[in-house]
């Protein structure tokens, strides 16, 4: 059964490394420029190793001590579990939304993102809010979800019994003995929560049964991913990963739930954190083989120490770092030598995924033309979405972009973009390719090592 919250943490990241950039080009010739992918870990926003620090409504975030976690261990995520014991029978207090707003101001200060979840007690009592309350409190919390979405990464469903994970509680069907109207009630608070949370945000639940009671059976298709609809939004965290054959209760069948959650996580949220060692199967070859077919994006790198001590001693714990969430390089580009001011360029970019997940949230592809003598910057949208570049896939973007007839002659060296588009400006908000050679940390762009000329 699920018994868990405890420390979270550290993303250790993704990196890369180039081959060649091509000699001067003769005029109107294409040429093809080849990357080769390093191991270097990498910062990347989303992904990997997260800090869970204490009690999110009692515990201030530092922004130094945020910067550091990406400064000296390439994490970009932080965990926020809120609690809201106070508030079981009555609105939350504007002094608790301020306290909450604070800690958004301070990971967006800071260039993180969070897991945001909410709970109402640490204790087996399951001493939580009934239904009407939890949905008061949700009308509360909803301009603070949508006005600081640009920093939270997922948020898990939370709310029910003990730590928000819907085991032991008092108003909603205790200890698995659940009636038709507990789960019509948790399926109200996960309504709410989609209702409330913007649409570009998944919510987890932390079972597959969960999501098959309360939706639907059948996993989320290609046609259906990223749509916004209930079941293209709704992801999954398990916190007791590899403790036992169930993982503690978070599997009752494992013969339906591993290919039904194996196939849903190609396109939602799936996290989480150990928390007991149980060899072999927390071991590396369990662990790496699980977190690759449940596409994990996110593990807790503090709890369960032990299990994580066991993958660094098998020798798994660097590649575990490297491969969360997603992990995209370049492999190979072809670019034109010269182009003409207001007539057309075709680009054709070849990026492999070798992480476990795809991003899972929207993300902007923009090819970058930077004046090599001024370094104006003109930058032009690119169609493919990044949220569907599969695990373990290679991906081409073929397209002929036009330039704008106001470019001035001159040369220019490409780049590619892939910023955040709630924090377009923001370095730290985009994606560094796992290529050597590439990545402007002041900008956030990643360079193509190609220069066209514009007549």
């Known amino acids: 059964m699920p018994k868990l919250a405890r420390t979270l943490a550290l ?116 001493a939580d809010a009934p239904k009407d309350r939890v949905l008061a409190h949700l009308d509360q919390l909803a301009p603070y979800l949508r006005a600081n979405q640009d920093v939270i990464s997922v948020m898990q469903a939370g709310f029910i019994g003990a730590w928000g994970e819907w085991y032991y509680t008092q108003n909603f ?40 009671t309360l939706y639907s059976t059948t996993p989320v298709t290609p046609g259906q991913a990223h749509g916004g609809s209930a079941v293209a939004r709704i992801g999954h965290h398990n916190d007791c990963f590899l403790a036992g054959p169930d993982d503690y209760g978070t599997y009752e069948d494992a013969a339906v739930e591993y290919p039904y959650l194996s196939s849903d996580t190609a396109h939602v949220a799936m996290g989480g954190e150990t928390c007991n060692p149980n060899p072999p199967r927390s071991d590396c070859p369990t662990a790496q083989d699980e977190l690759a077919r449940f596409h994990w994006s996110y593990l807790n790198a503090d709890y369960h120490t032990g299990v994580l001590e066991s993958w660094s001693t098998g020798g798994c ?58 370094s104006a910057v003109t930058r032009i949208p690119l169609s493919a979405d990044p949220r569907k570049w599969q695990a373990g896939g290679t991906t081409t973007v073929a397209q002929t972009v036009t330039l704008p007839t106001s470019l001035p002659a001159g040369s220019y060296a490409l780049l590619l973009g892939l910023p955040d588009p709630l924090q377009p400006s923001r370095a730290e908000y985009a994606i560094r390719l796992a290529n050597d050679g590439t990545w402007e940390a002041t900008t956030g762009l990643n360079r193509l090592l190609h220069t066209v000329t514009v007549r």
Not at 110 to 115: D, Q, R, S, V, Y
Not at 200 to 208: A, E, K, N, Y
Not at 345 to 374: F, K, M, Q, S
């Open 317 to 374: 714990r660097a590649a575990v770092s490297r491969s969360l969430g997603y992990r995209l390089s370049l492999v190979s580009g072809t670019y034109p030598g010269t182009a003409t001011r207001g007539g057309r360029l075709p680009v054709r970019i070849t990026v492999r995924n070798d992480g476990y997940a795809a991003p899972v949230n929207p993300r902007g592809l923009e090819l970058v033309l930077r004046d090599t003598a001024t």
């Open 173 to 212: 069907g205790n200890a698995g003995n659940v009636t038709a109207a507990d789960w019509a009630n948790r399926k109200a608070v996960v309504d709410k929560l989609l209702s409330v949370l913007p649409s570009t945000r998944m919510v987890q639940l932390r079972t597959p049964k969960f999501k098959r």
């Open 11 to 126: 993303p250790l990241l993704l990196c890369a490394s180039l081959l060649t950039a091509p000699p001067a080009l003769a005029a109107g010739k294409a040429a093809t420029v080849t990357y080769a992918q390093s191991g270097a870990d990498v910062a990347n926003p989303e992904r990997g190793f997260y800090h869970h620090t204490g009690d999110c409504d009692k515990n201030d975030f530092d922004a130094d001590t945020l910067r550091s976690y990406r400064t000296n261990e390439n994490i970009s995520l932080v965990m926020c579990v809120f609690y809201l014991a106070e508030f079981t029978g009555r609105p939350l207090s504007q002094a608790a939304l301020a306290q909450l707003q604070q800690q958004f101001d301070t990971v967006r200060q800071a260039g993180l993102k969070m897991i945001l979840r909410f709970a109402y007690t640490t204790s087996e009592d399951g």
